[in-house]
Each structure stands twice: as structure tokens, then as C-alpha cells.
């Protein structure tokens, strides 16, 4: 059984440009989340979704930023016109469960390293 | 604002002592709460969760949770070289009606061979 997978795993973008990032969740899960984690920081969430439907994205910045998991295929975390505060590592995370199941282990991917130049 | 506070450490111990890392959180009406461990420019692992009141044991892993005291601490026993890494604590939040897992920023584990 596959781990959650992130591609790519280091992307570098020029300030301006589009970065977008995708997660695969584990066989089974329904529930994704993204993290992003700034150097000496700890995990700061994004946004959560289930298939179709971005149910919290209080987490993610009102502008630039968008995430989708469609119906078919994997989970797209976008970041329009990149700035250089927006290098960090951003992680996939997936669960079986609801956020709300004290059982919600979230399972992480290896992350996407994004560096604005 | 709910939050949650570890001690950034370094926390140094010597090969085969028990570490002890520690976590407290400000909501008191939390359920879950997960240690992960994540090594140097890695990904995080889960290592256990936790939701009951007193000890839970995984191998040389010891989660205990007092709800009382908001507090929860990762006991390592046997401690490894192969153990130094950073260890986060995770506290199930409920936020705006919906839960989030929220972070604390790490304690740094080094273990001396």
C-alpha cells in the first residue's frame, strides 16, 4: 500500500510565476489536508478537503493561493504569482477518518520544497 | 488562540536513557492528541496518538495525557542514536466548526552515542 505521494519533490519558481503542487492520497483515504512548514517553524494548516469539495480553507491565504481535489486524479495545491515569502515546504496529509474522529491519524507525504528566486 | 507550546530544546540524553518531551496545550476541551517525529529536511512520521486520560505504551514509546493539567509528554525509553530527530506535538482543535490539527513547533532530540 503506497504512502501519501508528492510531486514535485523541489520545485523552484521566479517571482511571478505559478507553482502547483500535487498529493495522492493513500489507498482508502478520502480526506486531505496541506501544511506548510517555514524554516524553524512548526506545521501551519492550510486548507482541508474531501473529493469535490474544499470543506476548510481557513488556514490558506485569501489570495494566490487555491487547492482542488477533483473527482478523478490527485489533489492541486496553487500558489499564483509567487513571492519569496512563499518558500517553505508544503506537505500532503491524508486520513481515513473525519477530522472530527479522535482516531484522525493524518498520514504525511515527503513534501514539495518551493523556492522563489 | 488556541496553541500549542513545546520546548524547543536542544534536549540532549545519552544512548539508552529515557528522554522525556513535553507538551501543553490552551483548550481544554481537546480529544486527540498525536506525537510525530521528523527528521531533518523529511517528512513527518507518526509515531502514536493518544486520547485517554494516563499512560499508553508502544514498544520503548510512552505517551501519558493529563486533561487536567493540559499537558502531554512522549517518554522515549532506551533512547537511540537513530532517535535524533525533532518531535512534534499535535492537538486536535476545534476551530469555527471544523477540527484542525494544530502544531507545536518541535523539540529538538539529540541523543549522544
Known amino acids: 500500500n503506497a504512502g501519501v505521494m508528492q510531486n514535485p519533490r523541489h520545485l523552484v519558481r521566479r517571482r511571478g510565476q505559478e507553482a502547483r503542487l500535487r498529493c495522492s492520497p493513500m489507498?482508502?483515504?478520502?480526506?486531505v489536508y496541506w501544511y506548510r512548514q517555514l524554516p524553524e517553524e512548526g506545521l501551519k494548516f492550510m486548507v482541508y478537503?474531501?473529493?469535490?469539495?474544499?470543506?476548510?480553507e481557513s488556514g490558506m491565504p485569501k489570495e494566490r493561493f487555491s487547492a482542488e481535489f477533483p473527482k478523478e486524479g490527485p489533489s492541486i495545491l496553487r500558489i499564483q504569482q509567487v513571492v519569496r515569502g512563499d518558500s517553505a515546504a508544503y506537505f500532503c496529509?491524508?486520513?481515513?477518518?473525519?477530522?472530527?474522529?479522535?482516531?484522525?491519524?493524518?498520514?504525511f507525504g515527503p513534501g514539495t520544497r518551493l523556492t522563489v528566486l | 488562540q488556541k496553541e500549542v507550546e513545546q520546548n524547543s530544546g536542544p534536549l540532549s540524553v545519552p544512548e539508552g536513557a529515557i528522554a522525556s518531551l513535553n507538551c501543553t496545550y490552551s483548550d481544554r476541551g481537546s480529544q486527540s492528541f498525536f506525537w510525530y517525529r521528523q527528521y531533518s529536511g523529511k517528512s513527518p512520521e507518526l509515531i502514536m496518538f493518544?486520547?485517554?486520560?494516563g499512560d499508553k505504551e508502544d514498544g520503548r514509546f510512552t505517551a501519558q495525557l493529563n486533561k487536567a493539567s493540559q499537558y502531554v509528554s512522549l517518554l522515549i525509553r532506551d533512547s537511540q542514536p537513530s532517535d535524533s530527530a525533532t518531535y512534534l506535538c499535535?492537538?486536535?482543535?476545534?476551530?469555527?466548526?471544523?477540527?484542525?490539527?494544530?502544531f507545536g513547533k518541535g523539540t529538538k532530540l539529540s541523543v549522544i552515542p
Open positions: 496529509a491524508s486520513s481515513p477518518r473525519l477530522p472530527a474522529d479522535p482516531y484522525n491519524e493524518q498520514f
Open positions: 489507498k482508502g483515504h478520502s480526506h
Open positions: 478537503l474531501q473529493k469535490e469539495n474544499i470543506i476548510d
Open positions: 499535535a492537538v486536535n482543535f476545534k476551530r469555527a466548526g471544523s477540527y484542525q490539527l494544530t
Open positions: 493518544i486520547y485517554s486520560n
